[in-house]
């Protein structure tokens, strides 16, 4: 159980066009789902955390007018990178979190590897 | 601010035990997790703690101390799949989660 997708594994794309990565979690409903990006050997950084049917809440530093997030259903969350740039070139992670047991674990996506050329 | 400290890298020989440490300063302790990253892959959840002791799963254990805000990561039986990065992230006053940098485990035959 506690299965995350998302979607595509990965893309390229040229400078100035706009990706959308999706999220999903398959067998359970999400209360809330996160998004982070990770550059090689470097951890984990939360860009924004969002809940279904209302706006994302982002982190500091991360522009929200670039990185659209939509979170429509509880099993549904997509981040739209909008005019992507060659430093936008990252991987991105999704994580979906359910209450199990007296803890809201987190279970995260197999990534999205988005190359911008 | 917010801290959490854990080794860069560590090396072990397959079959030997390991133990991966980390200490944590946060506003506020709502659980520890450990997760385990291959290179190139998501992270996968390997444990949680949130009372002090330790908490046995198989070959990996985790154990915590609240007071000293420290815990550690134990992996017996090393084998060649373990190589991967272990991440310590610990939940603070509002329950968010605040990640280390990672461990890089190399097991070597």
């Known amino acids: 159980g506690a299965v995350v997708s998302q979607h595509p594994s990965w893309v390229i794309c040229k400078s100035g066009t706009s990706v959308k990565i999706e999220c999903r979690s398959l067998?359970?409903?999400?209360?809330?789902m996160f998004w982070y990006r990770q550059f090689p050997k470097q951890s984990l950084m939360l860009m924004a955390t969002?809940?279904?049917?209302?706006?994302?809440?982002?982190e500091q530093g991360v522009e929200k007018d670039k990185f659209l997030i939509n979170h429509a259903s509880l099993t549904l969350s997509t981040l739209t990178v909008t005019s992507a740039h060659p430093e936008d070139s990252s991987f991105y992670i999704c994580?979906?979190?359910?209450?199990?047991?007296?803890?809201?674990?987190?279970?995260f996506g197999p990534g999205t590897r988005l190359t911008v050329t | 601010g917010q801290n959490i400290d854990q080794p860069t890298e560590m090396t072990a020989t397959e079959g030997a035990i390991v133990q991966i440490n980390c200490t944590y300063q946060?506003?506020?302790?709502?659980?520890l997790f450990w997760y385990q990253q291959h290179a190139g892959e998501a992270p996968t959840f390997l444990s949680y703690?949130?009372l002090d002791g330790l908490e046995e799963k198989g070959r990996f254990s985790s154990f915590l101390s609240r007071s000293k805000g420290y815990s550690y990561l134990l992996l017996k039986e090393l084998q060649m799949k373990d190589s991967a990065s272990y991440l310590c992230?610990?939940?603070?006053?509002?329950?968010?989660?605040?990640w280390g940098a990672g461990t890089k485990l190399i097991i070597k035959p």
């Open positions: 994580s979906a979190s359910a209450l199990a047991g007296d803890s809201y674990e987190q279970y």
């Open positions: 969002s809940n279904e049917g209302s706006k994302a809440t982002y």
């Open positions: 992230a610990v939940k603070d006053s509002n329950y968010q989660l605040i």
């Open positions: 703690n949130v």
């Open positions: 946060t506003s506020g302790f709502n659980g």
């Open positions: 067998d359970f409903q999400a209360t809330t």
